[in-house]
């Protein structure tokens, strides 16, 4: 996380030495020119770390300390003074300082205290701001690879990992692409920086924008704070921008630019701070289709596509069924509480004849739900959805088929296109009929179609449907 500090000290000499020391990979160090009158708004700017001299604190101010304290994102306020007088620091120190330091210090133990001060402060700001941690099973070593699919894909991991090199992840929905870069983040040289990650579709237009990029008091109504934003955040580690296929086309440029320069403005603000991240992106869209529809720009879609990784559907991976099977029945026993050891081989058979829609995000909904229905220690197919026991049979004319009914432009097609573009038209037709059913209640048809509720959202954004349109 990037951290900004302020310097309020009279006096060139002091100020230049002070940001000599201060300047580290992680800080932003910004001395004000006018530090007899740097109270004025104080409380709407956001830095870190505040270090002034204590000549500029008098009494009036010593209450505007106690009162910045108060805040939740208050900075951590250091004190610069001379004066050997212990009650003078004792009230300085019980109105909210941070540490008072005599600035007459050599200049190695200076530099420790304020560093020692920059990193406590650190560790509590990445708390306060609920930062999420990776996981600690988090590795590719925890990606099932019994199938051929997977081995492919698993054995370039480890080395896109250990490179710095910006990431495309592609995949279905419910593959677990959030999972794969949180484990390449962990195994990669970042993994001790922070992993920052934002959902691109799930936020308006205008809060993504001052989400990603921050914002400055007074960019926007409502605006009564500086804020940072998630490149921030992120510096000196990993942003993953999740449904990047979501972000509008302005905020596309404008990443574009962060990418291409390092540096990023804030909302309201002329000034560039520079940030150190590795970006890794995902969609569950064909951003190749997007860019063909201008609704993507290829030059963003270049910067990205630096190194791409197409995650493979559950339907192609059976083998890696059983296993997995067996993970979420260990690792879900512990979360639930529940005392279920296995599943016998007809339900384990069933799981691997269904075609998996949601992925594995549906196959750990499924096996919960077995979990939680389950009386014995034992999943049997009486405990899975009518959905994956009881899969559809072909009617007389499907059995029937005749290949020359295809649609002709599907035959010039590579056979995996045209699966995908048969399976989309199926899975759109599908949701649309458990959509019109329901009357548009989406948690009906999350149940019936034995995915979560996100999955089903997730779905309807991608197929342009609107849970209003059916009601």
Not at 7 to 28: H, N, Q, S
Not at 170 to 198: D, M, N, Q, W, Y
Not at 231 to 246: M, S
């Amino acid at each position: 996380m990037l951290q900004h500090i302020a310097i309020a000290v009279d006096g060139p000499e002091l100020r230049a030495k002070l940001t000599r020391l201060l300047v580290r990979k992680d800080t932003v160090v910004e001395p004000l020119q006018q530090p007899n009158v740097f109270w004025k708004g104080i409380a709407g700017r956001s830095f870190d770390v505040l270090i002034v001299s204590r000549e500029l604190i008098g009494e009036q101010a010593l209450g505007g300390v106690r009162i910045l304290r108060e805040s939740a994102d208050a900075p951590a306020l250091i004190v610069l003074s001379d004066r050997e007088d212990d009650e003078d620091r004792m009230g300085l120190i019980a109105a909210g300082c941070e540490a008072v330091l005599n600035p007459q210090l050599s200049t190695g133990k200076l530099r420790a205290a304020l560093n020692t001060i920059l990193d406590k402060r650190r560790l509590s700001a990445v708390s306060s701001l609920h930062l999420p941690r990776v996981p600690v099973h988090a590795e590719i070593s925890d990606f099932v690879a019994n199938s051929p699919a997977m081995q492919r894909f698993v054995k370039s991991l480890p080395k896109i990992a250990r490179s710095d090199s910006s990431v495309l992840i592609l995949g279905e929905t419910g593959v677990g692409k959030e999972r794969l870069a949180h484990a390449l983040h962990a195994e990669g040289r970042r993994s001790k920086g922070p992993f920052v990650a934002i959902h691109c579709g799930a936020l308006p237009e205008s809060l993504l924008e001052s989400e990603l990029f921050g914002h400055e008091q007074g960019a926007f109504t409502g605006a009564t704070k500086a804020r940072r934003g998630c490149f921030e955040l992120a510096h000196l580690g990993t942003l993953f921008l999740d449904e990047i296929g979501e972000m509008p086309l302005h905020l596309q440029s404008k990443l574009l630019r962060v990418l291409e320069d390092r540096h990023v403005r804030r909302v309201g603000s002329e000034k560039a701070i520079a940030v150190d991240i590795r970006i890794i992106a995902a969609t569950n869209r064909d951003l190749e289709e997007e860019v063909g529809a201008k609704q993507f720009r290829r030059d963003l879609y270049y910067r990205l596509d630096v190194v791409s990784l197409t995650v493979p559907p559950l339907r192609e991976r059976i083998e890696d069924i059983p296993e997995l099977v067996e993970s979420y029945i260990d690792y879900l026993g512990h979360r639930i509480g529940c005392t279920v050891s296995g599943i016998n081989e007809a339900a384990l058979n069933a799981l691997c004849r269904y075609s998996w829609p949601g992925n594995v995000r549906e196959l750990i909904n499924i096996i919960e739900r077995a979990m939680l229905l389950c009386e014995n220690d034992t999943i049997t197919c009486d405990h899975l959805p009518r959905s994956v026991t009881e899969p559809e049979t072909a009617s007389d004319d499907e059995k029937s088929y005749d290949a020359g009914d295809w649609p002709e432009e599907l035959m010039d097609k590579p056979l995996k296109e045209a699966r995908k573009r048969i399976f989309r038209k199926f899975e759109r037709d599908y949701l649309v009929r458990l959509l019109q059913s329901t009357k548009g209640r989406v948690g009906e048809v999350a149940k019936r179609a034995g995915i979560d509720s996100r999955s089903v959202f997730d779905k309807m954004k991608e197929y342009e449907l609107r849970k209003d349109d059916f009601r």
